[in-house]
């Protein structure tokens, strides 16, 4: 069974910096493109962030680019978000998701999110 | 960026109807369209993909079509569980966008 369990929300001031955590299981890690999706208080879906199975290619939008940084551990079997120059509007449930098989995959699984809230 | 549009934003539907939702690309991407959906407090769960292709373990009730840059989410006869947000994706090209979500709500 897959499953993806997000970890290092919190509660961080504006201009901050948080690192979230993605502790993956149930799958060849290593195989499979991951992404981060977040989600505005009572908003919709927002991608964030991806990045191919080895590490080696890593896409973001122009909505974070720059400050976020998407990286992975394919020994540890986990995938991070790095956040820094952190603003109000970067408040939001952030999803950790795996990608489908191939290319022009869908978002296949989905972790259960953790609240990133930036505030003062 | 390709924009995704859906309608209706929000319909009241009762128990056995059949409900369409649609989704409009800003530019043809072929059948890379994906469903999801999302029940209040939770994560969003992949419904449909490659515009027609039912998930493992979906309900045959629900079902896709469409290509370039229209298509329809159909639910054959909504059920008390069904009752939710669902939202297109293109995966055609970065960034990924989704539509803005339906809200599907007891009549």
């Known amino acids: 069974e897959v499953q993806l369990l997000e970890s290092g929300g919190g509660l961080v001031q504006p201009g901050g910096s948080l690192r979230l955590s993605c502790a993956a299981s149930g799958f060849t890690f290593s195989s499979y493109g991951m992404t981060w999706v977040r989600q505005a208080p009572v908003k919709g879906l927002e991608w964030v962030s991806s990045?191919?199975?080895?590490?080696?290619?890593?896409y973001y939008p122009d909505s974070v680019k720059g400050r976020f940084t998407i990286s992975r551990d394919n020994s540890k079997n986990t995938l991070y978000l790095q956040m820094n120059s952190l603003r109000a509007e970067d408040t939001a449930v952030y999803y950790c998701?795996?990608?489908?098989?191939?290319?022009?995959?869908?978002?296949?699984?989905w972790g259960q999110g953790t609240l990133v809230t930036v505030s003062s | 960026d390709i924009q995704m549009t859906q309608s209706p934003s929000s319909l009241s539907a009762s128990v056995g109807d059949r409900v369409a939702i649609t989704c409009r690309a800003s530019?043809?991407?072929?059948?890379?369209l994906n469903w999801y959906q999302q029940k209040s407090g939770r994560a969003p769960k992949l419904l449909i993909y490659?515009?027609?292709s039912l998930q493992s373990g979906v309900p045959s009730r629900f079902s896709g079509s469409g290509s370039g840059t229209d298509f329809t989410l159909t639910i054959s006869s909504l059920q008390p569980e069904d009752f939710a947000t669902y939202y297109c994706q293109q995966s055609s090209s970065n960034p990924r966008t989704f539509g803005q979500g339906t809200k599907v709500e007891i009549k």
């Open positions: 490659a515009a027609s």
């Open positions: 998701v795996r990608f489908g098989s191939g290319s022009n995959a869908p978002f296949e699984y």
């Open positions: 530019q043809s991407i072929s059948n890379y």
């Open positions: 990045i191919s199975g080895s590490g080696a290619g890593t």
